[in-house]
Structures are given as C-alpha cells and as structure tokens.
C-alpha cells in the first residue's frame, strides 16, 4: 500500500473501472453502482462526463467544478476521490469511497490523505467534510486526517442526519 497513486480517470483503467463498478453491484450496493453504471455503458462518454466536470463546461444549475480521481493500488482501482472546488451544502469539498473489495484495509485514509494534498494544489485553505452519522469508518477516517467535528446537520434530500467536519490545508 505504500505505492498508492490518485489519477485522473484514464483509459488505461477502463477494465479496472468496470471491475471497480460491478463490485458495487455484487454486493447489492445500488447508490454507487448507480453513479458508475454509466462506465459500463460507454466508458469514453463516462470520462467526457468527468472531464467536463472538472473543467466547468456544461454544468447544471448547482453543480460546482469537481476533480475527480482514481486510487490506484497495483494498478488497480481501489478507490474513487471527488473534490469539489466549492463547498457543497451536505456534500462538502471531498467525497470518496473504496470498492467493497478493498475496505477496511486502511484505503479510505490514504485516499483522503492523497485528496487532501490535491485540494491544497487547487488552492483551497481548508476543506469541509460530512458523512452520515452511522458511517463509523467514514468518521475514522476523517477524524485521523485531522479533521475536526464542527457539528450535526439534517439533510432534508436524503433524510438522515450527518456530521460535519473541517480540515484546514496550511
């Protein structure tokens, strides 16, 4: 785990993407494999999508520019970054997750730690984070990464309660 890389999204990863996305499905995890599902449909038409996300260009209405990357482990996809160059109201500046594949394995705080380093490269001083209330692994991680507890909040959308957190970059 000591070679663990962030990429952008690229396809030379395009079989181990799709792998990345049906491990969601085998575990019956409809959430994350409904937001890469578009890969196995047409994985060029997917990395448009990303590409354009992280360049601004064709936004809908509250949609802010995101970077996305890969965590690569032996190259393979073990994890998948999101940072936000705006704050996002629930969502924060940085959204990750590890295939079911590869969790509890210390994955999710080397991918936070890697996006904390690219969110510094973008120019942002601190960052929010959330995660739902009983993601205990999600809290660990966030905690270890030096990020402290700023509070509860309601997410009406989705009706469950989160904790917000802030780490500051200097």
Not at 34 to 58: H, I, P, T, V
Not at 141 to 163: A, H, M, S, V, W
């Amino acid at each position: 785990m000591e070679n663990l890389i962030l990429v952008k999204p690229n396809e030379s990863y395009q079989k181990s993407f799709e792998n990345y996305v049906l491990a969601y499905r085998k575990v019956n995890d409809e959430y994350y494999f409904n937001k890469y599902k578009k890969a196995l449909e047409s994985f060029r038409d997917y990395l448009m999508n990303l590409y354009n996300y992280s360049n601004g260009n064709d936004l809908s209405r509250g949609e802010v520019i995101t970077s996305n990357f890969w965590l690569i482990d032996k190259k393979e996809v073990v994890g998948v970054v999101r940072i936000r160059h705006q704050e996002v109201e629930y969502a924060g500046h940085i959204g990750y997750d590890i295939s079911p594949d590869y969790r509890n394995r210390g994955y999710g705080f080397q991918a936070l730690k890697l996006a904390l380093g690219e969110a510094r490269k973008i120019g942002l001083e601190e960052v929010i984070l959330t995660c739902n209330t009983d993601n205990t692994a999600s809290k660990k991680i966030i905690e270890k990464n030096k990020g402290k507890l700023l509070g509860t909040i309601f997410d009406e959308e989705e009706n469950e309660y989160l904790y917000k957190y802030c780490i500051s970059l200097d």
